[in-house]
């Protein structure tokens, strides 16, 4: 038996015998109809996953009683915690941050006063969706840019509230002071 740690904010979490699966998921829609076609239409590609499992001593009541804590956790904003992922599989597939998705649970283990925890953690501002702003932050600027050359003061007020962070905090200011 070794225990493997995984760090959720920089906080060890011990669990012994830990398995860490990652998941990806393309996303697809069948466009077959009633035929035999194995057409299908790509839908992109859906957040990473780590699907964790390890046990928990009896004696470690504690550490049951914390993951808990941590996959019921809430930030300032009322969302799920997002939590900073250390593990060796996660850094290995580029999976740095995540929420507590799906369940937790922990049935008793026949045979050993132990329980198997197993949880799911999604990642949360995936690749993709890094992507996909990073392509969309640069048609929002332009239109942007357009609209404020028009004079156009509501339609501004407007677009700021439509801005992903990664506009609002790096296209925005850069947009603003090019002029």
Known sequence: MTITTLALN????????????PTMQFAEKDQSGQSSSTANAEQGIKAKELRVSGTVSFRDAATLKRLFELAEAKSA???????????LTAQAINFREGTFSG??????????MAWLVTFTLREKISVAEKKEARAGGKTAA???GAGGANGSGNAAAESDEKLTWFERKVLKPVNDALG
């Open 10 to 21: 920089g906080e060890a979490i011990p669990l012994m015998n830990l398995k860490v699966t």
């Open 77 to 87: 904003s009322g969302s799920l915690q997002v939590y900073r992922v250390a593990n």
């Open 103 to 112: 369940a937790i649970d922990a049935p008793q283990q026949d045979n050993k």
């Open 142 to 144: 332009t239109k942007q």
